[in-house]
């Protein structure tokens, strides 16, 4: 990377320090085709893992210059040979056997509905029942077992039921899960890596889902499924199929899946093991580096053109993004020809050969020292809100933190979000001078929303939240005179035996003056949404984390506005480091993905418990 860097011609980067002793393991391989070139690297990974029990999928890194242009053989072997993958770039979530599935069914339950690979070939798009019988040849491929044998007629009766005058269904999440139960989600196993790649993508296209309805229900619109999926056919088949990419690198922290990425996306991430394959000229740099584009008729001196269409130093900065990914073995690949002969990129030229090891046709990695089974450098940041959910059930936190599954719609949706700014705006208003009363009842009527109700719906919510705050500060009115901050964002380490391990951040609601003194408050619509210890964990970290900044906190509570009711919270010495003690052992078990479930009450008030097997 450092020999690299000399060639810079405007960017200057001072030369890299090696942190550890042991040498790193740097090899420019070169293959016949682009095909044999995605065989080898998939070879080599499994050679790999077989040779070190310690390396898991998640320790492979394969980058290249665009996914879209250089993935397609890559992504068919890892298939063929069923390895769990993530593939990031503009490739699209629908790459996925298991989101083709799931997408040709929302189509296919329109009766207008239809399905395209390319926006572009309209001739080329399914219809009918051929949309159905596609999407279960789909299923069955991407995990290699059969679907159900009521899988279909299953599906044909939800069809009925969306398709008649009064259909049963209200959101899209719920009929979602009883897709996914139709094809035998519950059979899935979140411990197999080819499993939890499958639902962590499933995962992404609730969060599809969730997007087009969120969009199509702002306001107050009512649902009205004959519109909304044919609607959803044309999201899906002209935005959706090339916008969706499947889970980020952010979100797949359970997922033990070799990710293929572009380089662009691997910025701040690192791996093990490094592949950084079709590093041919015309792909790396790209052919289209310097070349004056349309931009949408816009004048090309209305802004900065260069910025944007790049030149062969945003390529150089590009490739050392690249090959500054690996910590223990980097392994540049390329292709000697496509229809024509190609050459290798021009960059690679400019490393420093002598120090790597030449690969050719089909050799194999040596024996390399690899410096896995040991504690990642890269430290994660939870919100204080996830580590109480990995408290309640680790498999829920899974499914809902890292993966993306989305509770049921409701218009309800953003009440308590419009109660606590109305509490905000009651704050400042008593500053001005407002009575406590006066300022809660003015903030709602100016300020109180809601984005998915309208009109009379709007105003029976309006009107109780009213009440409700109007309520509770006829009790605890004097506590806005002593509000300090209002949703104040923190964000603070924790040790493990004095080294970093991850960082907490979160969203206090309010801190009140209490003398010299502060106090930490959170404000609940009511108790049903979490437990008064559940809260009281959140508030303890917050706490810590004040502490930390020097802010003389010495109590703690939390508001239930409903009930009318503030509940002290202890936030001692001792209460604060059992807190951060046990957000620690949280945060070992993410990382060693520990999810087992603990079925039991909080079934009742998880929103993924319809489709989770453990259930009760």
Same mark, same amino acid.
């Given at each position: ?421 109305? &509490? +905000?705006?009651? #704050? /400042? =208003?008593?500053?001005?001078? @407002? ?6 009842? !003015?903030?709602? $009527? ?65 801190? &009140? +003056?209490?003398? #010299? /003194? =502060?106090?930490?408050?959170? @404000? ?6 979490? !437990?008064?210890? $559940? ?82």
């Amino acid at each position: 990377a450092n020999k690299f860097a000399e060639n810079f011609e405007r960017a200057k980067y001072d030369a890299m320090d090696p942190m550890r002793s042991e040498e790193g393991f740097v090899a420019i391989a070169s293959n016949e085709t682009k095909e044999k070139e995605a065989t080898w690297i998939v070879e080599q990974i499994q050679a790999l893992k077989k040779a070190n029990n310690s390396l898991k999928y998640s320790d492979f890194g394969i980058l290249t210059r665009s996914v879209s242009t250089s993935g397609a053989p890559l992504i068919n072997v890892l298939k063929d040979r069923h390895i769990p993958y993530m593939a990031g770039g503009k490739i699209g979530l629908f790459k996925r056997d298991e989101a083709q599935a799931v997408g040709r069914i929302f189509a296919w339950f329109s009766e207008e509905g239809f399905w395209t690979q390319d926006p572009y070939k309209w001739r080329e798009k399914v219809t009918g029942d051929e949309l159905l019988m596609s999407a279960l040849l789909y299923w069955h491929t991407a995990h290699g077992r059969s679907y159900p044998k009521n899988a279909e007629e299953k599906l044909r009766k939800i069809k009925v039921d969306l398709n008649s005058a009064k259909s049963t269904y209200t959101n899209f999440t719920k009929l979602y899960y009883d897709v996914l139960n139709s094809l035998g989600y519950e059979e899935l196993d979140y411990s197999n890596s080819n499993d939890a790649a499958i639902m962590a993508n499933l995962g992404r296209f609730n969060n599809l889902l969730t997007d087009f309805e969120s969009a199509n229900r702002f306001g107050g619109r009512s649902p009205n499924w004959t519109r909304d999926l044919k609607d959803l056919c044309w999201f899906m088949s002209t935005y959706a199929i090339s916008a969706y990419e499947e889970q980020p690198s952010d979100d797949i922290r359970g997922v033990d899946a070799v990710q293929i990425m572009t380089v662009h996306q691997a910025k701040g991430l690192e791996w093990p093991i490094v592949f950084l394959f079709g590093t041919v000229n015309q792909r790396f740099p790209s052919s289209m580096v310097g070349r004056a584009q349309a931009w949408c008729d816009v004048p090309r001196d209305m802004f900065d053109v260069a910025r944007y269409e790049g030149d062969i130093d945003d390529e150089r900065r590009l490739f050392y993004v690249a090959i500054t990914r690996a910590k223990d073995a980097l392994i540049v690949s390329h292709f000697q020809k496509m229809a024509n002969s190609c050459r290798r990129s021009d960059f690679i030229e400019a490393m420093d050969l002598a120090s790597t090891v030449p690969l050719n046709d089909g050799e194999s990695i040596p024996s390399i020292v690899l410096k896995t089974g040991t504690a990642s450098d890269e430290i994660q940041t939870y919100s204080a809100g996830e580590i109480v959910t990995f408290g309640i059930c680790p498999h829920m936190f899974l499914l809902r933190e890292l993966w993306g599954y989305q509770p049921e719609f409701t218009p309800a949706l953003g009440y308590g979000n419009g109660m606590h700014y109305c &509490l +905000k705006r009651a #704050g /400042e =208003l008593v500053k001005e001078g @407002y009575s406590p009363i006066s300022a809660v009842a !003015t903030s709602v $009527e100016e300020d109180f929303h809601m984005p998915y109700v309208g009109g009379s719906v709007l105003d029976n919510f309006k009107n109780s939240a009213k009440k409700q705050l109007v309520g509770f500060s006829q009790k605890y009115g004097d506590d806005l005179k002593r509000i300090e901050e209002v949703e104040y964002h923190i964000e603070f380490p924790i040790n493990d035996e004095g080294v970093i391990s991850a960082t907490i951040m979160g969203k206090v609601d309010v801190i &009140l +003056k209490n003398g #010299g /003194e =502060l106090e930490v408050r959170d @404000y609940k619509s009511s108790e049903e949404a979490r !437990t008064l210890e $559940e809260v009281s964990t959140q508030i303890q970290l917050y706490t810590a984390g004040l502490k930390t900044m020097g802010r003389p906190v010495s109590s703690g509570s939390v508001a239930y506005l409903k009930e009318v009711k503030v509940e002290p919270v202890q936030v001692t010495d001792e209460h604060l480091t059992e807190a951060k003690q046990n957000a620690q052992k949280v945060v070992e078990r993410i990382t060693k993905r520990k999810f087992k479930p603990t079925p039991g009450k909080s079934c009742e008030r998880c929103d993924q418990s319809q489709i989770c097997r453990w259930k009760k």
